[in-house]
């Protein structure tokens, strides 16, 4: 087996229906599963799958464990050389599969890959980033790294939409390292996984792949965005707003409590409390956005 793809849903039904017709339709050369786990969706997901789509391994959980604990599910039984972490609100548009598995077949070192996402205009996608350091964090919840020039040097956390400078003509243009890449495409050799183990999931969602890659990366794996293919994403179709900016917090203070020294997480902590007050200040309350307070005043109050 060349590949297992694992697409974990939550009430996607329509999404997870295109994007395996596209994995389906366009996968061509080799040879591939497909692990579809579905988080107790409520709008028919599963029984979709279980009608349309009888090649595909089904596993339907009776509660919602979240995107590590579900995609944790499938690594164990995958059996691909390979095993890809697919969005349900991804569409394949070519053969993308089989050009990601050629490049890392010749490319050894190279642990995790990300391919290009695109809206469905067209538009390219930020994916992925660098490791979240006090210094980058500072600068994200700040709004430093948006400033001229200055996001032209750094390596940022979330490296920005690629509208202007070097950001829409190099970034995302060309391949190049990165520390971490999105997971709606996670492109992973299964070496990596039976050496580092398997997603934390402690982390409910997001930030687990940031957790991930850190883990890929001591190992002494390298980390790739590589656009010599393209897929769409459907970016937050899948999710919200409110639940990413809020995970993300959670997710972060976890991943620091892991990994980095007591001293690091109470700085991180002051900095997300302070970002987190700024945001609502300026979305909230200046602009007078009731759902920027909640999400904020929410994000304000973890710990």
């Known amino acids: ?8 849903s939550y009430n996607t039904k329509k999404l997870l229906k295109q994007c395996l017709n596209s994995v389906f339709k366009y996968t061509k050369g080799i040879k591939f599963e497909v692990i579809v786990v579905d988080n107790d969706s409520k709008d028919g997901s599963a029984d979709m799958v279980e009608k349309d789509f009888s090649q595909v391994e089904l596993i339907k959980n009776k509660k919602n464990l979240g995107f590590a604990a579900a995609n944790n599910q499938a690594l164990r ?21 089989k050009k990601m598995i050629a490049w890392m ?32 964090v500072f600068n994200w919840m700040f709004f430093i790294d948006d400033l001229p020039l200055i996001k032209e040097i750094i390596r940022p956390f979330h490296p920005h939409e690629p509208r202007t400078g070097w950001l829409s003509s190099q ?17 992973i050799r299964r070496k990596v996984v039976d050496q580092v183990g398997l997603l934390d999931e402690k982390f409910f969602m997001y930030v687990e792949e940031i ?17 010599i293919t393209k897929i769409v994403h459907l970016a937050q179709k899948s999710g919200t707003q409110a639940g990413a900016r809020l995970g993300e917090y959670q997710g ?52």
């Open 105 to 136: 077949e010749k490319n050894k070192k190279v642990g995790i890959s990300s391919c290009q996402l695109v809206y469905e205009n067209g538009g390219l996608q930020r994916t992925g980033g660098y490791f979240p350091n006090l210094l980058r």
């Open 252 to 303: 972060l203070i976890y991943f620091y409590k892991k990994h980095k020294p007591f001293w690091q997480l109470q700085i991180l902590r002051i900095i997300l409390k302070a970002g987190a007050l700024l945001r609502f200040l300026v979305f909230g309350i200046m602009r007078n956005n009731s759902e920027m307070r909640q999400i904020y005043g929410q994000a304000f109050r973890i710990n």
């Open 1 to 8: 087996m060349d590949l297992s793809v694992i697409v974990v």
């Open 211 to 227: 957790e991930f890659c850190y883990r890929v990366k001591q190992a002494g794996w390298q980390i790739v965005y590589l656009p």
């Open 77 to 97: 039984q995958a059996q691909g050389k390979y095993v890809l972490l697919l969005n349900s609100d991804t569409v394949l548009v070519e053969n993308s599969l």
């Open 171 to 187: 970034y995302f243009q060309k391949q190049h390292f990165q520390d971490w890449v999105t997971g709606a495409f996670f492109l």
